[in-house]
């Protein structure tokens, strides 16, 4: 089932702008709370709109993923809004829209989830089974844990909400939680969603299996090596149902989705639900602007046989002969947001072995990504080589995908790749707006 198709508006449904106070309630957008979850038609229909709030173009459609690679160093930016710029030149304002316009929708996301946890349990419906609730609530829990982990690693500590907001006044002067806290908060949500869900497999809503796979992730982020190593094998060893598949476009090219590489990716039908990525990306024989561009260094290892192999078909050339990234391309706009793929699981296991001097279980996991690339495996023989190994595969593997910005903070080594000495700009700044209507939040250091 196709979770982000033909989805409708649930209550409470947070809506916030520039000028809105904290996690406001838009009435625009909401109901009477006597009908928001009564029976198992509005349980569902709660549900699609906290999936529908993950795929928007202010989370995962577009503004959050950007934060991603545009603050690393594989992307340029080819035209004049100076505060896209901002990323490039790793030095972002407090009144920068794109880190607005993310925050505000990840919170909003967070409000839905909370509306289905916090009421889905109290529905007497016959038709709503207990199997059911369960499954509705975890969805909830992991897309919060989700949430909360993107907010930790982007801004540090934020205002933990974890009830519904009912009152546009309900959360203002609650101050931030510290970075640490957020993650925990994380960490419980993912350990509340593992026991309610299934273990099945889908592409486009969570299972216990989509939670084994964010919490390799977590784990990673932790430097919780030996947690990372478990949980990524979970995913891995399920190998009927996630395996990398060859060439490396074969999860992206020729209109594919839903693939066995993919463990979580959000669906977009082009019509009522598009991605608005591919605007960004294609050049305007494509319908697009290009705004978005790959560098000439990424070009360059992208193409080079040894290094690139076939993932150079994430670059293409325009009737310009300009480079132009293609992982979204397709028209209408219904390329899939890809958020967890099992080739990152490959790596997270590779990178947590390494970490724990397991060198040459290490290599296998880097070389079985490497073997799809259709790259010769790697020689790197010491500790340091490896990772290093690692890190370069990652940066090529998700060229495109917003990992590489988060990639090189986490371990440290945004100094010696990205020239950023002031450890005060690895984390946002605190959007404006957000400090202007609420006194209680505080600004990061340096901004």
Known sequence: MKLVKNIIGISLVILLSSCEKFLEVNPKESISDAVTIVDRTSAETAIRGVYSA?????????SFQSIGYLSGDNIQWTGSQSQVQEFINKKVNADNATISSAWIAIYRTINRANNVIVKVASVNDPQLTQALKNQYIGEAYFIRALAYFDLARTWGGVPLITTPTVNPTDNVGIKRSTQAETYAQVLKD?????????????????????????????????????????????????ATNYRLIKPFSAFFANDARGTAESIFEVFYNGTTEVNSHRGQWQPQTNGGTRQWAPNDAL??????????????????????????????????????????????????????????????????????????????????????????????????????????????????????????????????????QQLLSDKSLEQNPGY
């Open 54 to 62: 993950l795929a928007s173009g202010d989370y995962y459609g577009t």
């Open 299 to 432: 070009v360059a290892l992208l193409n080079n046989p040894a290094v690139g192999g076939n993932r150079s078909a994430l670059v293409a050339k325009d009737n310009q002969n300009r480079w132009y990234g293609n992982l979204y391309y397709r028209n209408p706009a219904s390329d899939p947001s890809y958020i967890i793929r099992i080739a990152e699981l490959y790596l997270i296991r590779a990178e947590a072995l390494a970490q724990q001097s397991k060198l040459s279980q290490a290599l296998t996991d880097l070389n079985v990504v490497r073997d799809r690339a259709g790259i010769a495996a790697s020689t790197a023989t010491t500790q340091e080589e490896v990772l290093l190994a690692i890190e370069n595969e990652r940066r090529l593997e998700f060229a495109l995908e917003p990992h590489r910005w988060f990639d090189i903070v986490r371990t440290g080594r945004a100094g010696a790749v990205f020239g950023v000495t002031d450890p005060n700009r690895l984390l946002l700044p605190i959007p404006v």
């Open 190 to 238: 993912l350990e509340a969603a593992e026991p309610l869900l299934p273990a099945t497999t889908d592409r486009y809503r969570a299972t216990r299996k989509t939670v084994w796979a964010l919490r390799a992730r977590y784990h990673l982020y932790q430097k919780e090596w030996a947690k990372a190593e478990e949980y990524a094998s979970k995913v891995i060893t399920d």
